[in-house]
Antibody, heavy 123, light 108 residues
């Protein structure tokens, strides 16, 4: 079975750093694009970062660009999110999500999600 | 950036009701629209991709339709396990897959 398990969340002071991990199993990790999506308490879903299957292509939402860095290690079947210069508004549950392609790659969707890890930015 | 709006923002319905949720895009996105269900304390679950294709394992009472800027998620006969929040997501501006604000479906 496909599994995505996030870890690394916790309480951090404003301006601090945190590194999230997402351990993947049950599929060939190196073949899939991956994403980070977050959800602030009581709010909706916000896509924040993408990495291609090879790691060569990366993108970020404007809200985190320049502060967050996505990476992956296919040898360890793991996805990472390095978060620096954290702000109160970064408080959220962070999910890793696998991107699957349909109709010969014409369409994409996030077909598997981890259970999420909570990041709280507060003094 | 492509903006998505959903209506209504919330609705109350009874078991057995037919429920329709609308998602509107700020520009034409073809069929690049997905739907997710999220229950409290859980991760989102993919229901529909490419506007109308049912994800494997999702009950057939869920269906999606639409293209361009206007899309609909329909639950033909609401079941107790369907009370949740539903989000649309555009995949037109890949990889920036923005989400709609969500529609909460609760018990009347």
């Amino acid at each position: 079975d496909v599994q995505l398990v996030e870890s690394g969340g916790g309480l951090v002071q404003p301006g601090g750093s945190l590194r999230l991990s997402c351990a993947a199993s049950g599929f060939t990790f190196s073949r899939y694009e991956m994403n980070w999506v977050r959800q602030a308490p009581g709010k909706g879903l916000e896509w924040i970062s993408y990495i291609s299957s090879s790691g060569a292509t990366i993108d970020y939402a404007d809200s985190v660009r320049g502060r967050f860095t996505i990476s992956r290690d296919s040898a360890k079947n793991s996805l990472y999110l390095q978060m620096n210069s954290l702000r109160a508004e970064d408080t959220a549950v962070y999910y890793c999500a696998r991107a699957n392609v349909y109709y010969s790659g014409s369409y994409e969707a996030h077909d598997y999600w981890g259970q999420g890890t909570l990041v709280t930015v507060s003094s | 950036d492509i903006q998505l709006t959903q209506s209504p923002s919330s609705l109350s319905a009874s078991v057995g009701d037919r429920v329709t949720i609308t998602c509107r895009a700020s520009q034409s996105i073809g069929y690049f629209l997905n739907w997710y269900q999220q229950k409290p304390g859980e991760a989102p679950k993919l229901l529909i991709y490419a506007a109308s294709s049912l994800q494997s394992g999702v009950p057939s009472r869920f269906s999606g339709s639409g293209s361009g800027t206007d899309f609909t998620l329909t639950i033909s006969s609401l079941q107790p396990e369907d009370f949740a929040t539903y989000y649309c997501q555009q995949s037109y501006s890949s990889p920036r897959f923005t989400f709609g604000p969500g529609t909460k479906v609760d018990i009347k």
